[in-house]
């Protein structure tokens, strides 16, 4: 009867010591496991915070780039609309023509207006050379672009509201030997005037400089054609 009960007080203590083991065994597990959890989420979140620093740094230099390809293209579309419209000066291969009235006296009864150089005489330069490829085109320094004028003003002539007297100093630049051939073409404006002993140099060079325009351009009823409104037109003509 002792055996049986001392039997069974072994029993129970090996099965308290069995169950603290088992427990403390459990327990260390689980702060094992806790810690190993906690340190893979501590690396995952500086490896992701150092991931968005990297990501704002790229969309900053992206957004850099892109300012600096569209601050380029718009200041050379500009530059470009500018040159087009004569209002920078610009050089290259070009011809220089000098023009100036007739040093010969008029016989009697003959016209003397027509020993001088008129506004119409120069407009057929111009033409000429316009005609002849000139990319630009300037008298006695006053270049000429879309609304320049060109007309007499007593004995001088008027060109962009700014009076200048003979000799005149046509410039263009393009292909000097093109413009040159177009004003010395037989029949054509220099041999007429050269009749009358108009007094003609033509230059060539290979750096003509041509100002730019230094007047105000003026739209009071003219204005710009919404592209939207065009289509409708268009759209609206081809159903009619």
Known sequence: MFLIKHGQVSI???????????????????????????????????QLAQAEREKEILVRQVQDLTNVIHGNSTADTMFSARMKAG???VTGPGIIVTIDDSKRPSKPGENPNLYIIHDDDILKVINELWAAGAEAVSINEQRLVVNSEIRCAGPTLSVNNTRSSPPYEVKAIGNSATLETALRMRGGVLETLQFWGIQINIRRQDNVVIPGFKGVFHFEYAKPVDDNDTEERKEGESQT
């Not at 090996?14 to 690396?43: H, N, P, W």
Request: charge should be positive; glycine fraction near 2%; proline fraction near 0%.
């Open 12 to 46: 129970a203590i090996v099965c308290v010591v069995l169950g603290i083991m088992l427990a403390v065994q459990y327990r260390t597990a689980q702060e094992v496991k806790s810690t190993v959890s906690f340190q893979r989420v501590a690396d995952l979140s500086q």
């Open 87 to 89: 209002l920078v000066a």
